[in-house]
């Protein structure tokens, strides 16, 4: 299976090794790989992604550590320049090696939401504006390096079993790619009941944490762990980018 590996060097530009061996990289993504590509995954964008190769793939030593917040950010704004080169699909996946145990989804949930919000503090370019900064809004994206991405999460304790996964990681997938193939909301239902036909037919339920229209928020289900009705998003957008030193 081809691979669209940013850490070793591709036509979309050689990224920076990082500290984690590349035989620890290559161990986590065959496992990626054999997640995504098993027959009964749901998420048909993600099987896509991966099949073609269409995605920056990097492996960080630890997502409270700032080193790996800094590679993180800058793999994320290399993806930005290129991913219209990649594909109908395009993603980057984010992988950790720490921390290992997370069998608690409130404590993962918090881990998860303060690695954004640190990430989005050390965003120097402005908001995507044709996302909305409000996560209440279902025109929300977290925006990063001028572009707005849905967040799909996988940990080892998750309850859903497409979300359970060894290392902790993030999917940032830019929503521009589903107004450009579904131009028509009929179309991007369609494709969103598909998946979620097939994530209950493994699940037994659909997620309820995803939203059921398309005037719900996207932000409650970044996590794939269950919220209440009174769920907020812990995310504070700041106004203007921070300056630049």
Not at 116 to 129: A, Y
Request: with cysteine; hydrophobic share 40%.
């Amino acid at each position: 299976m081809d691979r669209f590996d940013g850490c070793e060097g591709t036509a979309f530009g050689r990224r920076p090794t990082g500290t984690v061996p590349d035989p620890v990289k290559d161990l986590v993504q065959d496992q990626l790989h054999g997640l995504v590509s098993a027959r009964t995954f749901p998420c048909l964008g993600a099987r896509s992604a991966l099949a073609s190769g269409n995605y920056l793939f990097n492996v960080y030593e630890d997502m409270e550590s700032a080193d790996s917040l800094l590679a993180l950010a800058e793999d994320l704004r290399h993806f930005a320049g290129v991913r219209l080169g990649m594909g109908d699909f395009y993603t980057h996946v984010a992988a950790f090696l720490e921390p290992r145990m997370i069998q608690d989804e409130s404590v993962w949930e918090r881990q998860l939401w303060g690695l954004l919000q640190r990430l989005h503090d050390i965003d120097e370019s402005p908001w995507d504006d044709r996302f909305s900064t409000d996560p209440t809004s279902p025109e929300f994206a977290l925006s990063f390096a001028g572009l707005g991405h849905l967040v799909v999460t996988l940990y080892p304790g998750a309850n859903r079993f497409a979300r359970r996964f060894a290392w902790p990681t993030l999917v940032f997938n830019p929503l521009e790619q589903d107004r450009a193939k579904f131009p028509e909301d009929e179309a991007l239902l369609r494709f969103q009941g598909r998946i979620r036909a097939r994530d209950a037919r493994l699940q037994g339920e659909v997620n309820p944490a995803l939203p059921k229209t398309l005037d719900d928020p996207q932000a409650p289900g970044f996590s794939g762990a269950p919220v209440t009705s009174d769920w907020r998003c812990p995310l504070r957008v700041r106004a203007n980018p921070p300056e630049k030193p």
